[in-house]
């Protein structure tokens, strides 16, 4: 009896499956779609029917992507109107040529009716999916697109789907986010383009913005990294007195891609990576608390990891407006000028001070012109009191259009990162406030020579990713010839000075130290030429000596200069001297004895003479030099590519952090920014850093995890495989501690430490510095002090267990052989 059941139940599932794959092609007067169909367009790629989300017990008519196995839907119909399980339904065309989807195949009720595309056609109107995931219905008489789902997005933008609006045919294109990931009706969330001034994308939570897309500036979203080198997709944005439309193609269209404003308000682009078999985040773009809308108020700009989360756009010129609430973290008064305006009717002495490196102010109260040059939007704004700044509209080129601000600047952002260069404000100051040198918002409270050196650092930024000329070193080598500038000619002249503060040796001197460069003086490798090994002065010294045929290493050379020359910390390498002489660029520290710490650590040999209480002192040692870059050096620091090669052993065997050929100077309160190219050491890198380019104190903190981690267990992060669990070294670290078998962990020609407790101490801290959020990762600051064993650890999180197939999962491209060991790679992120 019973297997008469399972028999008859098996013919009848076979029976249904048969009936479930039942694929049309269009849907016309005599052809509908019963909940068994699907209209599948004509390459396969995207798939329209019945669905039901997750455990819910409604039915909703939607498409999907019919290529990748995790069912994602693109879009809905019926958001709010679902359909009950009971009932059966049935999406077909009716009487005058309208799309409907009705809850009962026999009625044509209007109470049966769950969604209609309330279309009229003259006669044999169709519905067929496009290949783009794009739903049309079109007139059959004379091919006219009389409704097409393109025009209605729910919460996905797919690739060449428009955003914005269209005042002809009153389209407005917007995303609303699902209730919640079981019902698609619309949710609290809303992203739209702005229609007043000039066009911004805003996020709004209920009639609340919440957060707030600079607007388009002719390359990108101001405030948001370069889209060049995106291998992906192109941008593509239209903005004229009648429409307003953004869409992404996408480069290759067999890649999969998408941007969502998921249910609780997150904007993501997610790539699909066919090997995985998942989505990988790939670019989210409310990066932290800064990116709150307005979080400062008026003039004030945000930090993520400051204490002081914000502070007036110019310290100096700008004071808060309300400093009793400023103390006490009340942001919300903002900032007002120090000097008031001085303009009457049009007239008075107010100028027009530079800020370069902004995400825009809001644009809600502006006005604009599409072909005002940047000398006549200057007139107009100074003519008009009510205009507090102005700036371009489209940065390509020489910069073209006018934007000017009639209200006070608001949720304006600096960023510190030489690939948002050319994003500059010009903001209405008084005229006892300007200051044609202060290209840069820095605070006059700092000595005059202090505020020029950050001026040089923020100018290498610039140098680094070769977006400006090689003015410092054309001024070096050539002091007769310097390139005239208009702008920055300051530099120049200061750049010369600051270097040549450094001991300068002749190159002769230098070779003979060193005979001659000899291979059996050759210590190693630096980040941008060889290392030897020189007797100077009766002093032991190390010489790096730049490969003449780097381009790269030349930027490097000049960065590592100009970082070291100005640190003093006895965890740090310090540089005695330079040599410059013709193509000849060498660099003179003092010598390290005991080389550098992956010689140490990683060679069994040689790891048995580290001791527990060595390598404590080494992981102490480098968190000082680490919290001394990020915090109490004049310039402050990320180091960018901390790793055991780059840490340097003195006869005591006390630690020295060296290689800062990639560093990155951050001014005042700038702690993250955001980078195109990816420089690093695979196995060091922070997910967020290696993924999107985003760089803070908390990616050193990262790696500095990976590091301490690597310290206890004789083991390199990267390379490591367990050989049961397959885990890479913080995998293995996270699932032992879960375990409580964190102590086997420890290297096994380490002798049976004495102190237990500072070896599980260091772990936990290790592993709280590889957590995946970076706002999950403590500052330098706590590092120091757990590692002093003060106060209760918080129980880490999981870390990602990032691997080299992780990066390639990403369809990386690495202009370095992933698979050397050690080497600092680079990597473009597109984004
Ligand atoms: C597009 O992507 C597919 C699959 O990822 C790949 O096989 C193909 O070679 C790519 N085409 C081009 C032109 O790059
Ligand atoms: C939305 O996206 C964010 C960021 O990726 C994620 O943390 C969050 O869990 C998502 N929310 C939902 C409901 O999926
Ligand atoms: C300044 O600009 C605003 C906005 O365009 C305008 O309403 C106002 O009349 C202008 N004032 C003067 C003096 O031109």
Redesign the pocket.
Known sequence: MERVTIVVLLLISFHIQKICTAEIDSISDIKFLTEEDTLVSPAGTFELGFLTPGSSENRYLGIWYKKISVKTVVWVANRDRPLTLASSAVLKIVHPGSLVLMNDTNTTSSSGIMWSSNTTSSGNATAKLGDMGNLVITDGDNQKILWQSFDYPTDTLVADMKFGWDSLTGKEWHLSSWK??EDPAPGEYTFSVDKRGYPQNILKQGANIIFRVGPWNGIRFSGNSNVNGNKFYTNSMVINDTMVAYSYHLINSSSVSRFTL???G?L?RTMWVEAEKKWQ?YN?LQKGVCDSYNICGAYGSCSNVNSQRCTCLNESKFVPSNPMGWKGSDWSGGCVRRTPLDCKNGHGTDGFVRYSNVKLPDTQKTWFNMSMTMKECEAVCLKNCTCMAYANTNITGEGSGCLLWLNDLLDIKVIVDGSTVGQDIFVRMSSSELDHAVAQPVSEKRSGKHIKFILLGVSLGVFIIGLSSTLLWYSLRNRHHAPPTVEEPMHVGQSQQEVMELPLFSFSTVAQSTANFSPENKLGEGGFGPVYKGMLEGKEIAVKRLSISSKQGLNEFKNEVICVSKLQHRNLVKLLGCSIEGDEKLLIYEYMPNRSLDLCIFDKTHSTLLDWAKRFHIIEGIARGLLYLHQDSRLRIIHRDLKASNILLDLDMNPKISDFGIARSFEGNETQANTERVVGTYGYMSPEYALDGLFSTKSDVFSFGVLVLEIISGSRNRGFIHTKHGNNLIGCAWRMYNEDRSMELIDSSLNEPNDPFEVLRSIEVGLLCVQESPEDRPEMSSVVRMLGGEGALPKPKQPTFFTERNLLGADFSSSTNPTSNDLTVSNVVAR
């Open positions: 919640s990931s998921n249910s609780s997150e993501q985040l989210v």
